[in-house]
C-alpha cells in the first residue's frame, strides 16, 4: 500500500493518532513507522475493540456445563504397558519414515525471568551450563541418530530477538545440527490499544507493538513457509514444546504414536495438579469440546472441588507440550471467523507519550495487550487426546528468577532426572529425600536424551561408569 494511503486507512480507522508526530520524523523514522503501521490489520484491531473492549461483560469465562476432561495415563501412572508398547512402536516408525518435526515456540518476552536475551541462551545444565537451545539441539541430534533421519527444527522468534536467536545458533556451530535442518520465523505482533481502542505509541516514530502470544505461532508458521517446508520434506507431524522447558521430552514416540493411532489433530501431555491452587491451565470439556481454562478465570471453589476418592476433580494440568497434526495447523491458520483462535487481553503498563510527545512511564495499567493462547486451538480438533504424563519426565519450566519455576528448581529436576536414570542402571547414588544425588553430575543428550536411550548407552559401556561430581556422561 502507497504511503499516503496507509496513512488514510489510518485515519478512516480512527487511528490517525499513530501518524500526529509524522512530519517531526526524519525520511528513515517516518520508513520505519509506516513499515510497523502496515504491519497492522485494521479491520482486525476494530473487530477487537468492538468484541473485547466496547462490548465487555464483567469478564467472566464462560463456565456453562464445564467438565473435568478425560485423560488416558501412560503405564508409569497405570495405564496399559502394551498399548503403550504399541504406540512407542508406532511412533519410531514414523520418526524413522521422516514424518516428524519439531517445534519450539520461543518468542516470549520471558519479563519474570528478568534475563538479557533470548530465553533459550539461558545456562540451565548442571555441570557443563549448557544452555536452553543447545539441550534441545543435542536432544533433536541424538534422537535424530537413534532414527537415522535428520529431524527438522521449526524455531519460532520475535521482533525482539530473532536476530539475537540466529546468531546465538550460529556462534555456536548449531551444536552440530546442520543449519538446513533448522528454520527460525518471527511471529506476529499486536499493537497495544488504550482503552478507546486507539493504537498506542512508544515514541513518537514507533507504534507500542508486542508479540501475538505463543497461539501466534499457528498463523506464524503458515505466513512464514514453514507448513510448506515441512510439506516439502515429507513431515506431517509436529512435536510443538516451549523454550523455557528444559525437561520436555521433544521427541517422545510413544506421545507421537498416540496421538496419530487416535487420528487426533491436536493432542497434549497434562500433569496432575501438584495441589488445587497450582498456576496452569486446567483441560475441560465443555459442549463436547475441550477447552483449558486458565487458573485465573477458574473459581476457586472448582480448583478445590474433589471426586468421592478424595483427589482433585479438575486435575489435569496444561503444560502446553501438543502434537499437531501439519494440515489442522493450516486450516487453523488461514482461518475464517468459525475457526480463528480468540485474542485474549491483559491490561499492561505500556511505557508511551503523552499528546505533546513526552514520553510517559505508567505506574499502573494504562492499555491493553492482546495475546493468542496456542491451547485455544484444542475446540477445534478433531478427535483430541490428553495424556497423563509424569512430570518428572516432561516438565521443569523456567520462569522466575527465583523460587518456583526458576534455574535452581530446573536444574536440581534435571539432576534427579539423571540420577533415575542411572539408578535404574544399578548406579546405587545416594539421593535425598526429594531424589537429589548427594554429587552434581550431568548426563549429556548425545548419551541419553530419555530414559530408552540412557540405558542403552549405559548397557554399552564396556568399562564399568563411575559418577563423581561433576562427571558429564557424553
Ligand atoms: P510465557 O507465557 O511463560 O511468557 O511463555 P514469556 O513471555 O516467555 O515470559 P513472561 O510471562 O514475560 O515472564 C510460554 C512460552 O510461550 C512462548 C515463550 O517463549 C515460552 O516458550 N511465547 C510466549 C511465544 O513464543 N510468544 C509469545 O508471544 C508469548
Known amino acids: 500500500m502507497a504511503e499516503i494511503e496507509l496513512i488514510e486507512a489510518f485515519r478512516n480507522a480512527g487511528q490517525d493518532q499513530v501518524f500526529r508526530f509524522f512530519d517531526e520524523l526524519s525520511p528513515a523514522e517516518q520508513a520505519a513507522l509506516l513499515a510497523e503501521a502496515a504491519e497492522i490489520d485494521l479491520a482486525e484491531v476494530a473487530r477487537l475493540k468492538r468484541e473485547l473492549i466496547d462490548a465487555a461483560g464483567d469478564g467472566a469465562v464462560d463456565l456453562e456445563g464445564l467438565e473435568p476432561a478425560p485423560y488416558e495415563s501412560r503405564p508409569e501412572s497405570g495405564g496399559d504397558a502394551a498399548v503403550w508398547a504399541e504406540a512407542f512402536k508406532l511412533g519410531e516408525k514414523v520418526l524413522r519414515a521422516g514424518r516428524v518435526g519439531m517445534f519450539t515456540v520461543a518468542g516470549g518476552q520471558g519479563t519474570r525471568l528478568g534475563f538479557d536475551g533470548p530465553k533459550g541462551t539461558f545456562p540451565i545444565t548442571p555441570v557443563r551450563s549448557a544452555t536452553l537451545f543447545q539441550v534441545f ?24 530477538n530473532h536476530a539475537a536467536t540466529e546468531s546465538f545458533f550460529e556462534e555456536n556451530n548449531y551444536w552440530g545440527l546442520d543449519p538446513s535442518q533448522v528454520r527460525f520465523f518471527r511471529q506476529g505482533r499486536m499493537p497495544a ?31 512464514s513457509g514453514s507448513l510448506d517446508w515441512l510439506e516439502s520434506l515429507g513431515v506431517d507431524t509436529i512435536s510443538y514444546f516451549q523454550v523455557d522447558n528444559a525437561l520436555v521430552r521433544c521427541v517422545d514416540p510413544a ?52 471426586d468421592d476418592a478424595g483427589a482433585l476433580r479438575f486435575i489435569a494440568g496444561s503444560i502446553a507440550i501438543h502434537v499437531l497434526d501439519r494440515e489442522f495447523v493450516r486450516r487453523l491458520a488461514i482461518g475464517g471467523a468459525d475457526v480463528a483462535l480468540p485474542f485474549h487481553l491483559a491490561r499492561k503498563k505500556i511505557p508511551t507519550i503523552d499528546s505533546a510527545g513526552n514520553p510517559v512511564k505508567p505506574t499502573e495499567p494504562n492499555g491493553i495487550k492482546l495475546e493468542m493462547f496456542v491451547f485455544d486451538a484444542l475446540p477445534f480438533a478433531r478427535n483430541p487426546v490428553i495424556i497423563e504424563t509424569p512430570r518428572q519426565d516432561d516438565f521443569s519450566p523456567v520462569k522466575n528468577a527465583e523460587g518456583v519455576d526458576s534455574p535452581a528448581t530446573c536444574q536440581a529436576d534435571l539432576l534427579r532426572q539423571y ?56
Not at 529431524?151 to 519460532?156: A, N
Not at 498506542?200 to 508479540?211: D, N, Q, T
Not at 496419530?260 to 497434562?270: F, G, I, T
Open 193 to 223: 490499544l488504550d482503552e478507546a481502542g486507539k493504537i498506542m505509541l512508544a515514541s513518537k516514530g514507533s507504534i507500542a507493538m508486542s508479540p501475538d502470544g505463543h497461539g501466534g505461532s499457528l498463523r506464524a508458521l503458515e505466513r
Open 419 to 474: 540420577a533415575r536414570w542411572a539408578n535404574a542402571e544399578g548406579a546405587a547414588l545416594n539421593l535425598d529425600e526429594s531424589g537429589l544425588p548427594s554429587v552434581t553430575f550431568e548426563v549429556a543428550p548425545s548419551f541419553g536424551y530419555d530414559e530408552p536411550s540412557f540405558a542403552d548407552s549405559w548397557r554399552g559401556r564396556a568399562a564399568p561408569i563411575s559418577l563423581e561430581d561433576q562427571t558429564v556422561l557424553s
Open 255 to 306: 506421545f507421537i504414536g498416540w496421538h496419530l493411532d487416535r487420528q487426533s489433530e491436536m493432542s497434549s501431555k497434562m500433569v496432575p495438579k501438584a495441589y488445587a491452587g497450582e498456576k496452569v491451565g486446567h483441560f475441560c470439556r465443555q459442549r463436547d469440546r475441550t477447552v483449558v481454562v486458565e487458573y485465573s478465570d477458574l473459581p476457586a471453589a472448582m480448583q478445590e472441588e474433589t
Open 137 to 160: 539441539a543435542e536432544k533433536i541430534a541424538a534422537a535424530g541418530k537413534r532414527y537415522g533421519r535428520i529431524l527438522p527444527w521449526l524455531i519460532m522468534t520475535s521482533h525482539q
